[in-house]
C-alpha cells in the first residue's frame, strides 16, 4: 500500500510523518477491504491546519476532510471519520455473505416435502 503525504505552506516534519504511517498501519491489516493506496494532504492556512485524506480501496473510495489549529488533531479527526467510513463498508461486507449450497438445497427440499 502507498501513503503519500503532501504539505502545502509548510513542510513535513519527521514527526508528523510518523504519526501519520503509524496511524494509517491499521489498513495494511485489512485484506477484506484491500486497501491500494491513501494520500494525506496537510494544509496550513490562516492560523490552522486542514487535513485531507482519500483512501483507495477495490471498487471504493473514502474520502474526509477537517480543520483544526493543531496539525497532529486535524488529521486524527479526519482518520476517524475514514476509519468510521471504511468500517461500514467492512460490517457491510463481511455480513451480505451468502447462505452455502448444500444448506439451501436442503431447505428448498423440506419446503417441498411439506
Avoid at 488533531?73 to 463481511?94: G, M, N, R
Wanted: aromatic fraction near 8%; charged fraction near 25%; proline fraction near 2%.
Amino acid at each position: 500500500m502507498a501513503i503519500t503525504i503532501n504539505a502545502r505552506q509548510f513542510t513535513v516534519t519527521p514527526d508528523i510523518r510518523a504519526h501519520i504511517e503509524g496511524a494509517l498501519a491499521f489498513l495494511l491489516d485489512d485484506q477484506v477491504l484491500k486497501v491500494s493506496s491513501a494520500n494525506v494532504v496537510l494544509d496550513y492556512e490562516n492560523k490552522q491546519f486542514t487535513a485531507s485524506l482519500v483512501v483507495n480501496c477495490k471498487y471504493h473510495v473514502f474520502t474526509a476532510k477537517t480543520t483544526d489549529f493543531d496539525c497532529f488533531k486535524a488529521f486524527d479527526l479526519a482518520c476517524d471519520k475514514v476509519c468510521a467510513q471504511l468500517k461500514t463498508l467492512h460490517d457491510k461486507v463481511v455480513s451480505h455473505k451468502g447462505e452455502p449450497l448444500s444448506e439451501a438445497e436442503i431447505k428448498k427440499a423440506a419446503q417441498e416435502l411439506a
